[in-house]
């Protein structure tokens, strides 16, 4: 099977191929290898291969699988393979190994999935750009030099790429519909607890995030998570397994109340600018859908932006200061001395002086938004609003620069730390890390389903997505209006090959 060849097909059609024989399955691994090899070195975005166990697994798989041996890619965070590295993007871990393979995982294998590698990851997931200094930075096959987001930056990287047709993503404040804006592909964010996080994790980030994909079509990322979704035994939510994904993907939306906005709300106080390319592609949507009979008005969220963007950041400060503490327990290295960046190091320092009084008071805002958003619903199906306030930054444009990671450096002053965040370092932050992308975190904290759909392409020649966030547990409805909207004019069919072209160009 020719490279070029295996880049027409999502996962599903690649799976039908297999079935009815036109290709064997050892032929579709070995185009997915030869892709890696010849495409990786300059996209950047895998960390590792596993060539051979990939060869053997396939060998192994039964005959009646639904994907039947499709090469897919995991992520290098979370979601691990028994005795192979999981680096979580850190020089700090890159010699860590889990003992036992993530339960999405083993469910991911079940339906037919090969891994032949691990994407990259920006260090323990923190940003919304993918530039680890322990790794090479993955760049957007629509552009050298640009990013393709984060944190689930490599595994978009290499599905717009045209190395697999969906990769395995997490998203815990944008991360998997970032990416997916950013490089033209189809990114769902499932409601909270649909996908386990067992067996290391029943909720990371206080259930903020959830595993799934980045894929080229909606059959794929419905297939998956028809194979994946459903509890684990020791799972903190009761959300049973479910079926029907798939098929609730040919039957006709019904007429919706859909919510448009420019997100103002949740941008509010974090300085950001809305380019005009993303007004434009959340206008496209709007018409797009009002043509397809749907009820169309626009309406901002009820929501407070700046109490949200402090509650995100109040519990990231203490997770993060958390999990360096994980990561010291399991390298056996004092948290001091951990080879990790200078930002990281300083925001875990940060979490450090956080009291409970605080970390809990900003749980319980995540309630206040998901009630608000709960009665929002009551009058609105979804909301339709941006995923970023622009296309693509540069690669380096977002990363800390060294003035910045050197002002966090004087936090190892003892005593320091609690005078920053008095002063009010958090704002401070949340006008780094948000401002660009202050609309995804909404999702995340209420709970909901959540999507980033390739609306439009942008003058620069860079893609636009656009956010559509449906009620909480209501994944198949925001699944079957996604299918609906593929059918439409306006959504921008990724070609691989094209995306190669304006990269050279």
């Known amino acids: 099977m020719h490279l070029d060849e295996y880049q027409q097909y999502d996962a599903m059609g690649l799976a039908e191929l297999i079935r009815c024989r036109e290709v064997s399955r050892e032929e579709v691994l070995e185009a997915a290898l030869t892709a890696i090899e010849k495409l990786n070195p300059s996209l950047n975005a895998l960390v590792r291969t596993r060539y051979e166990r990939a060869r053997q697994e396939s060998q192994k798989l039964p005959t009646d699988t639904l994907f039947g041996g499709v090469p897919t890619l995991s992520k290098d965070l979370l979601m691990g393979l028994a005795g192979e590295p999981l680096a979580f993007g850190s020089a700090s871990l890159s010699l860590w190994c889990p003992k036992e393979d993530a339960l999405l995982i083993q469910r991911a294998r079940a339906a037919g999935l090969v891994i032949v590698g691990q994407t990259a990851t920006p260090e323990l997931g923190l940003m919304g750009i993918t530039e680890p200094k322990a790794y090479p930075h993955p760049q957007n096959p629509w552009r050298a030099g640009y990013s393709p987001g984060g944190s689930s930056g490599g595994a978009a990287s290499a599905v717009a790429g045209g190395i697999v047709p969906m990769a ?55 297939a998956l998570l028809e194979h994946t979704n459903g509890m684990a035994a020791s799972g903190p939510y009761p959300v049973l397994k479910e079926t029907g994904y798939v098929a609730a993907l040919s039957v006709q939306s019904p007429p919706l109340r859909i919510a448009f906005s420019l997100g103002e709300p949740l941008s509010r106080g974090l300085g950001t600018t809305l380019s005009c390319e993303v007004r434009l592609a959340v206008e496209k949507a709007a018409t797009a859908l009002a043509a397809m009979g749907h009820e169309v008005e626009w309406c901002d969220p009820p929501v407070d932006g700046e109490a949200l963007a402090d509650s995100y950041l109040t519990l990231y400060l203490g997770h993060l200061a958390a999990d360096l503490t994980w990561v010291s327990q399991q390298t056996g290295v004092p948290v001091h001395k951990l080879d990790i960046e200078p930002s990281t190091r300083a925001i875990g320092r940060l979490g450090t002086k956080l009291s409970a009084r605080d970390y809990e008071l900003a749980k319980r805002y995540w309630h206040m938004a998901a009630e608000q958003m709960s009665r929002f619903h009551q009058r609105y199906d979804v909301l339709i609003m941006p995923v970023a306030a622009d296309s693509a930054p540069k690669i380096g444009e977002l990363y800390p620069s060294v003035a910045r990671e050197r002002m966090m450096g004087l936090l190892a002053i003892p005593g320091l730390p609690s005078l920053a965040l008095k002063a009010g370092m958090l704002k401070r932050l949340a006008v ?39 009620r909480l547990g209501e994944d198949k409805q925001l699944l079957q209006l996604a299918a609906a909207m593929e059918q439409n004019e306006t959504w921008q069919h990724f070609s691989p090959q094209q995306a190669f072209r304006a990269q050279a160009g």
């Not at 189809?186 to 959830?210: D, M, Y």
């Open 168 to 222: 395995l993503a997490g998203d815990g404040g944008g991360s998997i519909r970032i990416p997916a804006s950013y490089c033209g592909l189809f990114g769902f964010k499932p409601s909270r607890g649909r996908v386990p996080l067992a067996p290391a994790h029943g909720e990371v980030w206080q259930g903020a995030v959830i595993e799934h994909a980045v894929t080229r079509s909606v059959r794929d990322s419905a």
């Open 432 to 470: 780094d890390a948000l401002s660009r992308t202050p609309y995804t975190q909404l999702a995340n904290l209420t709970g909901q389903p959540a999507m980033s759909v390739p609306m439009h392409v942008a003058a620069n020649g860079l893609p636009v997505g656009v956010q559509v966030v449906g």
